[in-house]
């Protein structure tokens, strides 16, 4: 995946994964409900996703569903954060992560058999 998702894109992308198939016209109104954004900001955004193949269109409806599932732009995001901020340590990330936030018995199993199972 070469193209950046950018915040706003982000955003517009979190309304696609949670309901898609969707209209461009429902995607706006629950822009508008939860962001604020009037439709033509919504569809302006919607066009910059389609034109960098995030999401498909089609009519009729301007039925929107992603091509990228959000388990990609999460792995994608966080291999672009782990270069450009921790120089590619995953440690350094991770210490990061870990180090102001205590976990709970139960989270630390979870990342002992994410790491395990590696």
Do not use: H
Not at 4 to 29: G, Q, R, T, Y
Not at 82 to 96: D, E, N, P, T
Not at 97 to 104: F, I, K, T, V
């Amino acid at each position: 995946m070469k193209e950046k998702l950018f915040d706003s894109e982000a955003k517009v992308m979190e309304i696609i994964w949670k309901n898609s198939p969707i209209s461009a016209k429902e995607i706006s109104l629950i822009a508008t409900e939860t962001i604020g954004w009037n439709k033509n900001t919504t569809y302006t955004v919607i066009k910059k996703l389609e034109s960098k193949g995030f999401i498909k269109r089609e009519d009729p409806g301007f039925i929107c569903t992603p091509l990228v599932s959000q388990s990609q732009m999460q792995k994608t995001e966080a291999t672009s954060l782990l270069k450009k901020v921790f120089g590619g340590s995953r440690k350094a990330l991770f210490s990061a992560l870990l180090e102001d936030e205590p976990l709970s018995d139960e989270e630390i199993n979870e990342l002992r058999k994410l790491i395990d199972n590696r």
